[in-house]
């Protein structure tokens, strides 16, 4: 069985194998070689928050991890920081990673 995640702008559908939603219906987000820039998506739409990359680049870093949704946006964005020898800021309530 093959799950289709939520499609975004003009992105194709990316299709997902039922054996990797299943760690999400759990409460754990996992990504196996994922851009950046789509975990921060993803990340945006489950905590509700904004999120801004702000090196060139940095949003094409592919990023392998896992982690319990429950720790919530803040600490998902410090444990990418560290993954991608980047720093995270908060102003005004909107993320940044430098």
Not at 11 to 20: G, H, R
Not at 37 to 64: A, K, N, Q
Not at 73 to 81: F, H, P, V
């Given at each position: 069985?093959k799950?289709?995640s ?6 194709a559908?990316?299709?997902i194998?039922?054996e ?11 990504y196996?070689?994922?851009k950046l820039?789509d975990?921060?998506?993803d990340?945006?739409?489950?905590y509700?928050?904004r999120?801004?990359?702000?090196r060139?680049?940095?949003g ?7 982690f319990r ?13 560290k ?6 800021t908060l ?8």
């Amino acid at each position: 069985m093959k799950v289709r995640s939520e499609v975004m702008k003009d992105e194709a559908p990316k299709t997902i194998k039922s054996e990797d939603a299943a760690p999400w219906k759990d409460g754990k987000m996992l990504y196996d070689g994922e851009k950046l820039e789509d975990i921060i998506s993803d990340l945006e739409r489950t905590y509700d928050v904004r999120i801004r990359l702000m090196r060139p680049g940095l949003g094409e870093e592919t990023v392998s991890t896992s982690f319990r949704r429950d720790i919530g946006a803040g600490e998902a964005l410090k444990i990418l920081c560290k993954l991608t020898d980047s720093r995270l800021t908060l102003a005004n309530g909107i993320y940044s990673i430098h």
